[in-house]
C-alpha cells in the first residue's frame, strides 16, 4: 500500500499456486484469494472493486477478518486519516430542492481525445499546406488533471430557437464560464520563413493559421484567430488555443527588440549606460511560451501519469487552498501573459498581473512543490547541497495519499529556508548521474554567488531551468511569502489535530475558509456575478432565483440541516461529439464577470497603487483589498499645498481641509473613492464594507463655510423666495399634469358645455 505504483490496482497477484508461498498468501486473505491465469501460469489473486478506494477496502477486510468485528460500524474510525478525506472539496454539491443543474465536465480522457482527434484533422491538412504539421503537444495543466476543476464540455443543442443577436446579448445570460486550453503545434523546418523582418515573418505565421481556419471550415469546424496570432479552436465541446514557433522566429525577435532600444537609448538620455539592460519582455513571453513551458509540461505530464491517483489530486488541494485564501495560482500560460503580436498591447482578460507581487505562486512553481514534497522525484543531494533531503526522523517514501501529500506540502512551505537554500526538484532524471551532479552543483554554486536581492523570495531548479527564476520571478514576494508560510503553518497545524481527532467533513472546511476581517476593505459581489462559479465554492449558498417551488413537506426538509439531502455531480464525461458547424461559437467565452470587475476597480483606485488585490476564483463572491505600504498611503494623506498636479493626482477625490497653521491645504480622500467602488458597478457590487477605516482618516480640520449671522437676513429672504417659488412651480406642475385635475375639469368642461346648448 505504500507502493503509490500498485496501491489502486485492482488485481494483486500474488505467488504460483500450489507452493508453500501461495499456501501463506492464501491463508492471510481467506475466501478472497482466487485463483487466476495470467501469462501461462496459476497464480494466487485478490481481486478488489475498481470503483472504490483499493486501499480502503483493503484496511476494512483485514480489520473485520484479524479484528471478528460484528458490523461495519467501527471501521469509519479510521477514515479520518484515508487518502480521499478531503477530495469532496473538489467536486460540486447542489441540494435536491435547487434548481441548480451540474454542468458536464471533461474528463482527462475526453481532452487527451480532443487533442487527438485535433491532431488528426491537422494532419489531412498537410497536402493542403505549405508546411506539414507534425504533431500538437498539451500545455494546459487541464490535460495534465492537475487544475482543480475541469473544464465543462460545451454542448450545441438541437432545438431550433431564435438566438440573441450578438450587440443584446448580455453578461446575466452566461452561466459558465469557457476560458480556452493551450496547446502547440509543431510543424516541420523550411528555408521559405523571411529572413531579415520580423513584420513579415509574424505576417506569413498568420496567414498559415489562416489557411488552417480556412480548411477548418469546409468540415464545420468553428475557429477565430486571436490578436496574438494565435488560432482558437472549438472541437469536441472544449475551445483549443494553438501557436506554434520556429526556430528563426527567436533571432528575428532579438533583433528587433535590439533595433526598437538602440531608438530608445538615443532618444533617452536618462538611462546610466553602466547599468545591464534586462532582457524585453517580449522576448520572455516568447520563451516562456513557446521554449520553457511545453518542456516542463511535459515533464510533469509523465509524473501525472505515473501517480495518477495521487499527484493531480494533491495538486488540485494546494491550488484550492490557496485560492481560498485570496491568493490564487497563477495560470500557465494565462490569457494575458501570451507572447505579444506586432503591437505590444495591454491584454484586459486573465488575472496574471493581479497582486502577482505579493503572495501568488505560479502554476507551474506549486506543482513542483508537490513533486518534492510528495517524493515522486529523488531528492537530490550533491557535496555542497543537502537542503533539500527530508529530515532524519522522516522516511523519503513515496506519498500514496493526496491528503498527505497536501500535509507535506504545508510543512514544505513553511520549514523549508527559502532565504539560503535553493530548492532543487528533479525532472526525468536529469540530476542523476555524473553530468546531472554537475548541473546541480552549477545550479547552487549560481545561487550562491548571486546577491539575494537580485533573485526572488523562492528559487526552484530544476534540470530545465537551473537559475531556478523561471517560475518564481512573477511573485511571491519576501513579505508575501512570509505570510504564506505563517499561513501554511496555521492551516498544517490545524489539519492534523483535526484529522487526529476525527473531525467531521464540514469541519475540515475551515482549513480553507479565509479570515476576511484580515482585509482592510471587503467587497461582496452579487449572486449575478457568483452565478457562474456557484457549484464550486467551498460552502454552498443557493440563491433565491435557484429554489424549486416545493411542497410544505419539502419545506420542512429544507428548514432542517440534518434532513438536507446533497446531490453530488457525476463523474466527468467522454464523448465523442460532431462538429457543430463552422458558424457557431459557445457562449460564455472568455466572459468572466469577476475578472472584469477586478479589472474595474484596478482602473479605478490603481492610480495610487496602493492596494493588493485577494479573491477566490472558484467562488467569486468577495474581493479584498489590503494596504500594500501604510507608510505611502499615509503620505498620500498628508496635508499638500494646493496645486494642479496634486489636483489631477487625486483623481476626483480631492478634499480641501484646514491645517494646523490655519492655510488651506490638499488631501485625497480615499475613504470616498473607496465607497463610489459601488456606485461604478452597481450591478455586480452589492456592497463595500471598509473594515478599518483608521487607516484612511483625513488629517486636518474641515474647511468651514462662511459665518451664518452676517448674511442671515440676506440668505433667510433668498431662502424664502426661492422656497416660494419653488412651492409656486410645484403646485403648477401638479395642477397642470395631476391626472385627476384633467379628469374634474373634462367633466366640468362637459357640464357646461351641455348647459349651454340647453
Same mark, same amino acid.
Given at each position: 500500500m505504500l507502493n503509490s505504483s500498485i496501491s489502486f490496482t485492482p488485481i494483486i497477484r500474488g505467488p504460483r499456486c500450489g507452493t508453500d508461498a501461495g499456501k501463506q498468501f492464501r491463508d492471510l486473505w481467506g475466501d478472497k484469494s482466487e485463483i487466476r491465469h495470467i501469462d501461462g501460469d496459476l497464480f494466487e489473486c485478490v481481486i478488489w472493486d475498481s470503483s472504490k478506494d483499493v486501499t480502503s477496502q483493503i484496511i476494512d477486510y483485514v480489520l473485520l477478518r484479524k479484528f471478528k468485528l460484528a458490523d461495519q460500524t467501527d471501521l469509519g474510525l479510521w477514515h479520518q486519516v484515508s487518502s480521499t478525506r478531503l477530495s469532496d472539496l473538489l467536486r460540486s454539491f447542489s441540494p435536491s430542492y435547487a434548481s441548480l443543474r451540474f454542468p458536464s465536465r471533461a474528463s482527462t480522457l475526453h481532452l487527451i481525445r480532443s487533442l487527438d482527434q485535433l491532431d488528426s484533422v491537422l494532419r489531412s491538412f498537410n497536402k493542403h499546406l505549405p508546411l506539414n504539421i507534425m504533431g500538437v503537444q498539451a500545455i494546459s495543466a487541464e490535460f495534465r488533471g492537475t487544475?482543480?476543476?475541469?473544464p465543462i464540455v460545451t454542448v450545441r443543442g438541437t432545438a431550433q430557437r431564435k438566438l440573441k443577436p450578438l450587440m443584446k446579448s448580455s453578461w446575466h445570460d452566461i452561466h459558465h464560464t469557457l476560458r480556452p486550453l493551450y496547446a502547440t503545434i509543431n510543424i516541420e523546418t523550411s528555408s521559405k520563413w523571411p529572413r531579415d523582418d520580423y513584420r513579415a515573418f509574424f505576417h506569413m505565421k498568420r496567414l498559415f493559421l489562416l489557411r488552417i481556419k480556412e480548411l477548418l471550415v469546409h468540415i464545420g469546424v468553428p475557429s477565430r484567430i486571436v490578436p496574438s496570432g494565435m488560432l482558437d479552436i472549438f472541437i469536441n465541446g472544449i475551445v483549443l488555443r494553438i501557436g506554434f514557433c520556429q526556430p528563426l522566429e527567436l533571432s528575428l525577435l532579438r533583433r528587433n527588440c535590439d533595433l526598437n532600444q538602440r531608438r530608445s537609448l538615443k532618444t533617452s538620455s536618462q538611462i546610466n549606460q553602466n547599468d545591464s539592460?534586462?532582457?524585453?519582455?517580449?522576448?520572455?513571453?516568447?520563451?516562456?511560451?513557446?521554449?520553457?513551458?511545453?518542456?516542463?509540461?511535459?515533464?510533469?505530464?509523465?509524473?501525472?501519469?505515473?501517480?495518477?491517483?495521487?499527484?493531480?489530486?494533491?495538486?488540485?488541494?494546494?491550488?484550492?487552498w490557496l485560492s481560498a485564501h485570496g491568493y490564487p495560482v497563477i495560470q500557465c500560460p494565462d490569457l494575458c501573459t501570451e507572447p505579444y503580436g506586432l503591437d505590444s498591447q495591454l491584454v484586459h482578460l486573465g488575472d496574471a498581473d493581479l497582486?502577482?507581487?505579493q503572495c501568488r505562486l505560479s502554476e507551474i512553481a506549486a506543482e513542483l512543490l508537490v513533486v518534492h514534497a510528495g517524493g515522486f522525484t529523488p531528492a537530490v543531494q550533491t557535496l555542497s547541497y543537502s537542503a533539500g533531503l527530508p529530515d532524519a526522523t522522516r522516511e523519503n517514501f513515496v506519498s500514496s495519499s493526496p491528503l498527505a501529500t497536501f500535509l507535506r506540502f504545508l510543512r514544505l512551505l513553511c520549514v523549508f529556508d527559502w532565504t539560503n537554500d535553493i530548492l532543487l526538484v528533479d525532472l526525468n532524471d536529469g540530476f542523476v548521474g555524473k553530468e546531472g551532479q554537475e548541473k546541480a552543483g552549477a545550479a547552487v554554486t549560481t545561487f550562491k554567488v548571486t546577491p539575494r536581492d537580485k533573485l526572488p523570495a523562492m528559487v526552484i531548479a530544476t534540470p530545465l531551468d537551473l537559475s531556478g527564476t523561471h517560475w518564481t520571478l512573477q511573485g511571491p514576494s519576501v513579505e508575501g511569502l512570509k505570510r504564506l508560510r505563517t499561513l501554511a503553518m496555521q492551516s498544517h497545524e490545524l489539519l492534523r489535530a483535526m484529522l487526529v481527532a476525527g473531525a467531521e467533513f464540514s469541519d475540515l472546511k475551515a482549513v480553507f475558509r479565509p479570515d476576511l476581517s484580515q482585509m482592510d476593505v471587503l467587497i461582496k459581489l452579487r449572486p449575478s456575478v457568483s452565478k457562474t462559479r456557484i457549484l464550486e465554492a467551498i460552502d454552498l449558498e443557493v440563491p433565491s432565483w435557484a429554489l424549486k417551488k416545493t411542497s410544505p413537506e419539502d419545506e420542512k426538509l429544507k428548514a432542517d440541516p440534518k434532513g438536507t439531502v446533497l446531490t453530488k455531480e457525476s463523474d466527468p464525461v467522454t464523448l465523442d461529439l460532431p462538429h457543430p458547424g463552422a458558424s457557431y461559437w459557445p457562449t460564455g467565452y472568455l466572459c468572466d464577470p469577476v475578472t472584469w470587475i477586478l479589472r474595474q476597480i484596478q482602473a479605478k483606485i490603481d492610480k495610487w497603487d =496602493?492596494? /493588493?488585490?485577494?479573491?477566490?476564483?472558484? $467562488?467569486?463572491?468577495?474581493?479584498?483589498?489590503?494596504?500594500?505600504?501604510?507608510? &505611502?498611503?499615509?503620505? =498620500?494623506? /498628508?496635508?499638500?499645498?494646493?496645486?494642479? $498636479?496634486?489636483?489631477?493626482?487625486?483623481?476626483?477625490?480631492?478634499?480641501?481641509? &484646514?491645517?494646523?497653521t490655519g492655510s488651506m491645504s490638499l488631501t485625497v480622500d480615499i475613504q470616498s473613492a473607496l465607497g463610489a467602488l459601488h456606485l461604478w458597478a452597481v450591478e455586480m457590487v452589492e456592497w463595500v464594507r471598509i473594515q478599518r477605516p483608521w487607516s484612511f482618516k483625513l488629517p486636518g480640520v474641515e474647511v468651514q463655510g462662511p459665518a451664518a449671522a452676517v448674511f442671515s437676513s440676506v440668505t433667510t429672504g433668498r431662502k424664502n423666495s426661492f422656497e416660494n417659488s419653488d412651492n409656486e412651480k410645484k403646485e403648477r406642475k401638479v395642477r397642470s399634469y395631476s391626472p385627476v385635475l384633467k379628469i374634474r375639469r373634462r367633466k366640468g368642461g362637459r357640464k357646461d358645455h351641455s348647459e349651454a346648448e340647453k
Open positions: 487544475s482543480v476543476f475541469a539592460i534586462k532582457e524585453p519582455e517580449t522576448i520572455r513571453r516568447w520563451l516562456v511560451f513557446n521554449e520553457w513551458l511545453p518542456a516542463v509540461a511535459s515533464q510533469l505530464m509523465a509524473i501525472s501519469r505515473s501517480h495518477l491517483h495521487t499527484y493531480p489530486e494533491a495538486c488540485r488541494l494546494v491550488k484550492r497582486g502577482a507581487s =496602493l492596494f /493588493e488585490y485577494m479573491w477566490d476564483r472558484h $467562488s467569486g463572491r468577495w474581493i479584498g483589498l489590503c494596504v500594500k505600504d501604510a507608510p &505611502e498611503c499615509a503620505r =498620500l494623506r /498628508e496635508l499638500k499645498p494646493f496645486t494642479e $498636479s496634486k489636483l489631477c493626482m487625486a483623481g476626483g477625490f480631492a478634499r480641501h481641509r &484646514e491645517s494646523p
